[in-house]
């Protein structure tokens, strides 16, 4: 079965890159055809996509953060790793990551259970 599983910090201080890790079990990020995503959900809002990276390593990101995003792998860990830079309060929220098959907007079919991150100075 896969899994996925989000780690980072549960609060940052405006200005700071938050860094969040999601460890992958049951599957390879390298499997053909197969799109890993970053998703965000503020408290009582919608989801909002973040970003992802493709099995051949390919990104993908939302424009409105591409400026500040980055996302990036570690093939030997079956990790991905989404940064983003100069956080505000705005950016508070529970952060997913989530697999997909067959294109970065596809169905997610596995999502990690989430983790809240708050942003307070």
């Known amino acids: 079965q896969v899994r996925l599983q989000e780690s980072g910090p549960g609060l940052m201080k405006p200005s700071q890159t938050l860094s969040l890790t999601c460890t992958v079990s049951g599957d390879s990020i390298t499997k053909n055809y197969y799109y890993w995503s970053w998703i965000r959900q503020p408290a009582g809002e919608g989801l909002e996509w973040i970003g992802g990276?493709?099995?051949?390593?390919?990104?993908f990101y939302n424009p409105s953060l591409k400026n500040r995003t980055s996302i990036f792998r570690d093939t030997t860990k079956n990790q991905f790793t989404l940064h983003l830079s100069s956080v505000s309060p705005e950016d508070t929220a529970v952060y997913y990551c989530?697999?997909?098959?067959?294109?970065?907007?596809?169905?997610?079919?596995?999502w990690g259970q989430g983790t809240q991150v708050a942003v307070s100075s």
């Open positions: 990276i493709g099995y051949s390593g390919s990104t």
């Open positions: 989530a697999r997909a098959r067959g294109g970065i907007g596809f169905e997610y079919d596995y």
